[in-house]
């Protein structure tokens, strides 16, 4: 993908917009109201009719394909499943335990959020935030008719969480963070909710080479989960500016563009999605 459950691409786009200003990612040669217009009505379809033709795979054959096990998909709701488009795995290197506080970063229709109320049980928590009207009203539907009653949903930017320092034990996100501009600040609000030596556990689209205007410009790769990109040293930096620590990195290599613009642009900078752990020093 594009990635997120929608993880939710069309949420994150408005943290895009919102950032454009000040983002030296975007020049003056960025059409906004083209990108807006474009990444809207793209993932507003994908919301709203998850089994529709796009570029970009989703669903449980995704999610198999990445390493989901099939025993924890089988245990949440299908419809949640459905709406998955993230990029990678990242639960077992995740490492939740019974009683855990997690929070999802674009938890788009929720698989994610409800994979990991399984792992936290009855003395854990875990929260989505999510900026999408139609991706919350299906989770939070989700939610209450099967009962996950260890599971909340909040509408926010997440680079602005309404959650208090060192809420959480562990942060989790799929496939969204490439979509926001000012990454550094998505970092530093994921630092400033874990707990002392919690763990940020993602998966990520970055990039080997940095990418070119003609490719951060363009709004199809944008909404393709390459334009917004960061190469991979900078998104590095970006998390240890933080006052995180990398402790592990790892290639999703089942994961695949599928739009030949995308698989061009993947191929020629290095585009790819890794998952990686790190800790809040």
């Known amino acids: 993908?594009?990635?997120?459950?929608?993880?939710?691409?069309?949420?994150?786009?408005?943290?895009?917009?919102?950032?454009?200003?000040?983002?030296?990612?975007?020049?003056?040669?960025?059409?906004?109201?083209?990108?807006?217009?474009?990444?809207?009505?793209?993932?507003?379809?994908?919301?709203?009719?998850?089994?529709?033709?796009?570029?970009?795979?989703?669903?449980?054959?995704?999610?198999?394909?990445?390493?989901?096990?099939?025993?924890?998909?089988?245990?949440?709701?299908?419809?949640?499943?459905?709406?998955?488009?993230?990029?990678?795995?990242?639960?077992?290197?995740?490492?939740?335990?019974?009683?855990?506080?997690?929070?999802?970063?674009?938890?788009?229709?929720?698989?994610?959020?409800?994979?990991?109320?399984?792992?936290?049980?009855?003395a854990g928590h875990v929260s989505g935030a999510d900026m999408t009207d139609e991706q919350l009203k299906k989770s939070e539907q989700l939610q209450r008719e099967n009962k996950f009653e260890t599971v909340s949903f909040h509408k926010t930017y997440i680079e602005q969480l309404p959650f208090a320092d060192e809420s959480f034990d562990v942060v989790i996100s799929n496939g969204v963070i490439n979509l926001c501009p000012d990454k550094e600040k998505v970092f530093a609000e994921a630092a400033r909710v874990l707990k002392p030596k919690g763990r940020m556990v993602i998966a990520d689209i970055v990039t080997e080479k940095q990418l070119p205007e003609n490719v951060v410009c363009n709004s199809t790769l944008w909404a393709a989960c390459i334009g917004g990109a960061a190469q991979q040293d900078d998104y590095r930096n970006a998390v240890e500016k933080a006052g995180m620590e990398i402790l592990m990195v790892r290639n999703n290599d089942a994961y695949r563009f599928l739009s030949k613009s995308a698989q061009g642009a993947s191929n020629e900078y290095g585009v790819k999605s890794v998952s990686l752990v790190a800790e809040k020093k």
């Open 1 to 122: 993908m594009p990635g997120i459950a929608i993880q939710t691409v069309f949420s994150l786009f408005y943290c895009a917009i919102k950032s454009i200003s000040m983002q030296t990612i975007f020049t003056k040669k960025v059409d906004a109201t083209e990108l807006e217009q474009k990444v809207k009505k793209m993932y507003r379809d994908v919301a709203l009719h998850p089994k529709g033709d796009y570029h970009f795979e989703m669903g449980r054959r995704l999610a198999e394909k990445l390493g989901y096990e099939k025993s924890d998909l089988d245990r949440i709701p299908a419809a949640a499943i459905d709406s998955f488009a993230g990029v990678g795995y990242y639960f077992d290197m995740a490492n939740l335990t019974e009683g855990d506080q997690v929070l999802d970063l674009g938890s788009g229709s929720g698989m994610d959020v409800f994979i990991a109320a399984l792992k936290v049980g009855s």
